[in-house]
């Protein structure tokens, strides 16, 4: 079920339980201390917002889920919490009527029309954020490691080949064609690993996992053996 409009506001409470407003507020910032109190969040009961008056002043008030009218319907006592029981639940159901059926909002009172708006707003504000944070994820998916990334997987590519080859002094290393094959061995695997034509397209997110590949890279046992038969050649 859509769920805009699921809140009255503190001043319908008011006049629902006849408390004057002032008192009401005061009651639910206590009740907000207590919720935290017991590590329950209390925006699933009560979220501060602002009304217009007749003189056209803003003032505070709270926007009150069901599960507030709840909380503040078990904090009275005898006849007073029944009738309020019976209020609140009417209203409810009138707006989730007015949802499902998709009813005409300006045949509706103006405090409920404010009540839609209000929760439209959030609604609007929540969509805008869902829809830059969806957009931010899609583009650090997308980017590549830049130059000075780009330049450390570099070295750390030569670093590998040097280290697999026995050092520069070693006869793999002076031999071109073998080292060729190794170097181009290691990047040729890391292309097959990330699934990507050059090491320039490593995808950004998954730089230190590159790092590491290249850190751990080892040869076939063809190309293995192949280094240490050359190495033991006479110089």
């Known amino acids: 079920m859509n769920t805009i409009g699921q809140k009255i506001t503190s001043v319908e409470v008011s006049e629902m339980i006849g408390k004057d407003h002032n008192k009401l507020l005061r009651d639910i910032r206590n009740y907000i201390i207590q919720l935290g109190e017991s590590n329950?969040?209390?925006?699933?009961?009560?979220?501060e917002s602002t009304y217009q008056t007749d003189q056209n002043r803003t003032m505070p008030c709270y926007m009150v889920s069901k599960k507030g009218c709840e909380f503040i319907a078990h904090k009275l006592t005898g006849i007073k919490g029944t009738l309020f029981t019976a209020q609140y639940i009417d209203r409810f159901h009138d707006m989730e009527e007015v949802v499902e059926r998709g009813f005409d909002l300006t045949q509706l009172s103006p405090e409920l029309q404010a009540i839609f708006a209000h929760d439209k707003k959030i609604q609007a504000v929540m969509d805008h954020m869902?829809?830059?944070?969806?957009?931010?994820?899609?583009?650090?998916?997308?980017?590549?490691?830049?130059?000075?990334?780009q330049k450390v997987l570099n070295?750390?590519?030569?670093?590998?080949?040097?280290?697999?080859?026995?050092?520069?002094?070693?006869?793999a290393y002076k031999d071109d064609k073998l080292k060729d094959k190794?170097?181009?061995?290691?990047?040729?695997?890391?292309?097959?690993?990330?699934?990507?034509?050059?090491?320039?397209?490593?995808p950004a997110v998954r730089y230190k996992e590159?790092?590491?590949?290249?850190?751990?890279?080892?040869?076939?046992i063809?190309?293995?053996?192949e280094i240490?038969?050359?190495?033991?050649e006479a110089a």
Not at 130 to 149: A, K, S
Not at 182 to 202: H, L, M, Q
Not at 222 to 225: E, P, T, V
Not at 228 to 232: A, I, L, P, V
């Open 40 to 47: 329950l969040g209390h925006t699933e009961f009560f979220i």
């Open 228 to 232: 240490q038969k050359k190495n033991r």
């Open 155 to 171: 070295d750390k590519h030569h670093a590998a080949g040097v280290e697999v080859l026995g050092g520069k002094k070693s006869n």
């Open 182 to 202: 190794v170097f181009r061995g290691i990047w040729n695997d890391y292309k097959d690993y990330f699934e990507i034509a050059s090491y320039r397209d490593t």
């Open 210 to 220: 590159a790092i590491e590949y290249l850190d751990n890279w080892v040869p076939d």
């Open 130 to 149: 869902q829809y830059h944070d969806e957009r931010l994820d899609n583009l650090e998916q997308t980017m590549t490691v830049d130059y000075g990334q």
């Open 222 to 225: 063809n190309l293995k053996l």
